[in-house]
């Protein structure tokens, strides 16, 4: 990575090391929960773990926390695999589920029933809550809280055996309804749920809650540093609990503040309310901070991997700006992205003293990168221009194509506009130009200067495709700050996707396959769009505009 952060986790786990803690090792996880795709926030955290395990010649796991059974968990499995191995890590052997501990898991419970740590209560949810009291107010005592060991011990072992129709009783934690920590106050570890397990199928009808199978999932897997966001601070007396109460290994828990990111969301609940309401294509809709999206937008690995090192780790949290990222895939691009031209809104440009001939002329590949090298890009008596480089009663401070003007075609020649023609409608159709050959692929022999160079495409060599622009997704900076009234989804940008058919791009992007990047010359970033493009109808995606807002972005870092 090229720039190092503030990372107060770092620190901590070098001290350790230093300090010969966990023999020496480091051993982290990235522990997803399979109930949506990945998104920009997640890749900090993968970012994290994996790239502490990596620098200190540790191991980083993966595991699912499927502790809640669901349908359509596979999918968001497989997703989630392969947006950690885009985002270039790799967990080698070390795949690993909370459900294969769900065994474990009800033994130590029955443990802890044993130790009267843990009891079957009957309360309802809704009694449950009223039980817990409040952040001023402690909670009450359950009157099933004084069971016999023997009871809980029956009363277990028939809810696993499926006895109790689901809500009607829960396993609990025995440890202070009094306690300032609301976690604390006898909170649930199983419940009844009569529902089929993406991996154990029937097997069990009860369900560990996230909080009893969180923290020894960790242990379980020898788990150094347990690397967390910061709503899990709060929990961390629970998890302690548990392990001392058990007397297992203990892992050291880190809390990190998360990332969130202007005008967009990043909780995978709303992310799938876009995907089921049809505000997006999908949860891989290039709009969507998804990894899934960004990868199909053209974002890079290494863009993301940069930009997550750079927004560094704290514990505040903060609103880090979109164009900060956008920053970062542009600086990525700038040095790998082959530049090409490619005209979004055509006008028609003919050459009237070039001969009906075509001729191919070398064009610079990537200024920025010398082995690149050089193409051949088409030129003839017809060519397209952007429509915004042309002003038949320009103001004063458009330098670009206008009657009577010269300006210089990139690559090419210097062409001077001698007329327009219109249509019936007074509509321009077409520029007429005269070129002078002496220019060809630089500058005038006689010294004069035009104040343009503009991009150009070969109007027989185009090749023709859709181009889509974004915007982002939200008009709000930060549309999970709902005003009264109102829903995230009002705060969507409307004008957040533009659809440009009949664009036209040079030839030598023929053969351009999914997910190829490019700078269109002057335009921005592009990418082949892995979905919807196809042989004969390409259809590119704006990765990034090349606008740099850099007094914004010096603030930033
Ligand atoms: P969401 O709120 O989107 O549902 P989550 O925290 O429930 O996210 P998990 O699948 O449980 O999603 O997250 C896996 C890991 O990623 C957790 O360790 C979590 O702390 C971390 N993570 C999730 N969101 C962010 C974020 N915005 N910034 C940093 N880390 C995150
Ligand atoms: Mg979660």
């Known amino acids: 990575m090229e720039t190092q952060v503030s990372n107060f986790?770092?620190?901590?786990?070098?001290?350790?090391?230093?300090?010969?803690?966990?023999?020496?090792?480091?051993?982290?996880?990235?522990?997803?929960?399979?109930?949506?795709?990945?998104h920009i926030g997640h890749a900090k955290s993968i970012c994290l773990n994996f790239g502490l395990a990596e620098e200190f010649n540790g191991?980083?796991?993966?595991?699912?926390?499927?502790?809640?059974?669901?349908?359509?968990?596979?999918?968001?499995?497989?997703?989630?695999?392969?947006?950690?191995?885009?985002?270039?890590?790799?967990?080698?052997?070390?795949?690993?589920?909370?459900?294969?501990?769900?065994?474990?898991?009800?033994?130590?419970?029955?443990?802890?029933?044993?130790?009267?740590?843990?009891?079957?209560?009957?309360?309802?949810?809704?009694?449950?809550?009223?039980?817990?009291?409040?952040?001023?107010?402690?909670?009450?005592?359950?009157?099933?809280?004084?069971?016999?060991?023997?009871?809980?011990?029956?009363?277990?072992?028939?809810?696993?055996?499926?006895?109790?129709?689901?809500?009607?009783?829960?396993?609990?934690?025995?440890?202070?309804?009094?306690?300032?920590?609301?976690?604390?106050?006898?909170?649930?570890?199983?419940?009844?749920?009569?529902?089929?397990?993406?991996?154990?199928?029937?097997?069990?009808?009860?369900?560990?809650?996230?909080?009893?199978?969180?923290?020894?999932?960790?242990?379980?897997?020898?788990?150094?540093?347990?690397?967390?966001?910061?709503?899990?601070?709060?929990?961390?007396?629970?998890?302690?609990?548990?392990?001392d109460e058990l007397g297992i290994h203990h892992p050291q828990q880190i809390e990190f503040a998360r990332l969130n990111l202007s005008h967009t969301v990043v909780s995978k609940r709303k992310l799938l309310r876009l995907v089921n309401e049809g505000y997006v294509s999908g949860w891989n809709d290039p709009r969507m901070?998804?990894?899934?999206?960004?990868?199909?937008?053209?974002?890079?690995?290494?863009?993301?991997?940069?930009?997550c090192e750079r927004v560094g780790v704290g514990k505040k949290e903060s609103l880090v700006d979109m164009a900060l990222l956008e920053f970062c895939v542009r600086e990525h691009l700038n040095k790998t992205a082959p530049r090409v031209m490619a005209v979004l809104r055509p006008f028609k440009v003919v050459i009237t003293n070039y001969p009906d001939q075509e001729e191919?002329?070398?064009?610079?590949?990537?200024?920025?990168?010398?082995?690149?090298?050089?193409?051949?890009?088409?030129?003839?008596?017809?060519?397209?221009?952007?429509?915004?480089?042309?002003?038949?009663n320009p103001p004063k401070q458009f330098f670009r194509l206008a009657p009577g003007r010269e300006v210089r075609l990139r690559y090419a020649y210097f062409i001077k506009c001698e007329n327009v023609v219109k249509d019936d409608h007074g509509e321009i159709t077409e520029i007429h130009c005269t070129y002078d050959p002496a220019t060809r692929g630089g500058d005038a022999?006689?010294?004069?200067?035009?104040?343009?160079?503009?991009?150009?495409?070969?109007?027989?060599?185009?090749?023709?495709?859709?181009?889509?622009?974004?915007?982002?997704?939200?008009?709000?900076?930060?549309?999970?700050?709902?005003?009264?009234?109102?829903?995230?989804?009002?705060?969507?940008n409307p004008k957040s996707l533009e659809i440009r058919n009949g664009c036209k791009i040079e030839p030598s992007l023929k053969d351009a396959k999914h997910g190829d990047r490019f700078q269109f010359e002057r335009l921005g970033y592009f990418c082949v769009d892995a979905v919807d493009s196809k042989p004969g109808s390409p259809v590119f995606n704006r990765t990034v505009t090349l606008k740099d807002e850099w007094a914004k972005i010096q603030k930033m870092l």
């Open 289 to 307: 901070p998804t990894l899934a999206g960004i990868r199909r937008r053209g974002y890079t690995p290494e863009a993301i991997r940069n930009f």
């Open 59 to 243: 191991h980083c796991n993966l595991r699912f926390d499927d502790t809640n059974p669901s349908k359509e968990e596979q999918e968001y499995v497989d997703s989630i695999m392969a947006d950690v191995r885009w985002l270039g890590f790799e967990w080698g052997d070390r795949l690993y589920y909370a459900s294969d501990y769900f065994g474990r898991l009800y033994d130590w419970a029955v443990q802890l029933i044993k130790q009267g740590k843990a009891y079957v209560c009957d309360l309802s949810f809704e009694e449950m809550r009223q039980y817990r009291g409040t952040l001023t107010e402690a909670g009450k005592e359950s009157p099933y809280r004084t069971r016999s060991v023997e009871e809980n011990i029956d009363l277990f072992e028939r809810m696993r055996k499926g006895e109790f129709p689901d809500g009607s009783k829960t396993l609990r934690a025995k440890i202070d309804m009094r306690s300032g920590n609301i976690n604390m106050r006898d909170p649930v570890m199983y419940r009844s749920k009569h529902e089929e397990h993406h991996r154990t199928g029937n097997k069990w009808c009860i369900y560990p809650m996230y909080d009893y199978a969180h923290g020894q999932s960790d242990s379980i897997e020898g788990v150094t540093h347990s690397i967390c966001t910061l709503e899990y601070e709060d929990h961390r007396p629970l998890y302690d609990w548990y392990l």
């Open 9 to 38: 986790i770092r620190s901590i786990v070098a001290g350790d090391m230093a300090a010969g803690k966990n023999n020496g090792k480091v051993i982290t996880r990235f522990p997803p929960e399979p109930n949506g795709y990945l």
């Open 360 to 392: 191919y002329l070398d064009a610079i590949n990537n200024p920025e990168d010398p082995d690149a090298g050089t193409r051949k890009v088409p030129f003839s008596k017809v060519l397209y221009i952007e429509q915004d480089d042309f002003m038949e």
């Open 445 to 492: 022999p006689d010294g004069r200067k035009v104040k343009a160079t503009l991009h150009w495409v070969s109007a027989q060599h185009a090749i023709d495709a859709e181009v889509r622009l974004y915007d982002t997704l939200f008009t709000k900076e930060e549309p999970d700050d709902v005003e009264e009234g109102k829903d995230f989804t009002d705060y969507i």
